[in-house]
Structure formats: structure tokens, C-alpha cells
Nanobody, 122 residues
């Protein structure tokens, strides 16, 4: 049974930082591209960041480039999202996801966690 469990969300002031973690189990972690997505109230889910199986390749949404960093530790079956210079518009539920192919991941397929709330106050 595949499980992705996110943690690290919370309430932070604008300009602050948070680090999200996502621990995966029930799968061979280094076979999967990992991604972070978010969904704000009343909005569609959007891609935030993705990382290749080895961690050598990363990609980001334009809205978070230069502020967020995605990384992974294949020895710990964990993917991270370091978020800095947070803005109120970053407020959302953040989800991690896993798929064998990035093209499928960004279309919403694969395995998903339950999400963690990030709230940025102004």
C-alpha cells in the first residue's frame, strides 16, 4: 500500500519560511518523479515544483521560482519543499505526488498525499 505523508505546514507571516516534508512508503522511491502541488480555496490545483528520480533535475512554477526549492533524500524516501519569502498568495493546501513519469505527474496521475495546510498572513 503506497502512502505519501506530508508535514511541516502551518501559519507563518509574510516574508517567513517553512519547510515541507513528504515521506513515502510502499513504493521504490527512487523509481518515481516527485512533485509538489497546491490548491487554494476556490481555485484549481496547481503545480508548484517537481524533481527527477535522482534529484539532479528540478522544475518550478514561475510564481515560486527563486523562492522555493525542492529536494529529495532517496535514502530516507523523503521529498522536501523549502519555501522562503512567503507571500499571502502562497496560502493553500500543499500536496506531494509521485509518478513514474513527469508528464503524467503534472496531469494529476500517480500517488498523492493528504495535504498539509500552509497559511501566510500579511
Amino acid at each position: 500500500q503506497v502512502q505519501l505523508v506530508e508535514s511541516g505546514g502551518g501559519l507563518v507571516q509574510a516574508g517567513g519560511s517553512l519547510r515541507l516534508s513528504c515521506v513515502a512508503s510502499g513504493l521504490t522511491f527512487n523509481w518515481y518523479t516527485m512533485g509538489w502541488f497546491r490548491q487554494a480555496p476556490g481555485k484549481e490545483r496547481e503545480f508548484v515544483a517537481g524533481i527527477s528520480r535522482s534529484g539532479a533535475g528540478t522544475t518550478y512554477a514561475e510564481s515560486v521560482k527563486g523562492r522555493f526549492t525542492v529536494s529529495r533524500d532517496n535514502g530516507k524516501n523523503t521529498v522536501y519543499l523549502q519555501m522562503t519569502s512567503l507571500k499571502p498568495e502562497d496560502t493553500a493546501v500543499y500536496y506531494c505526488a509521485a509518478d513514474s513519469r513527469f508528464e503524467q505527474l503534472v496531469q494529476g496521475s500517480g500517488y498523492w498525499g493528504q495535504g498539509t495546510q500552509v497559511t501566510v498572513s500579511s
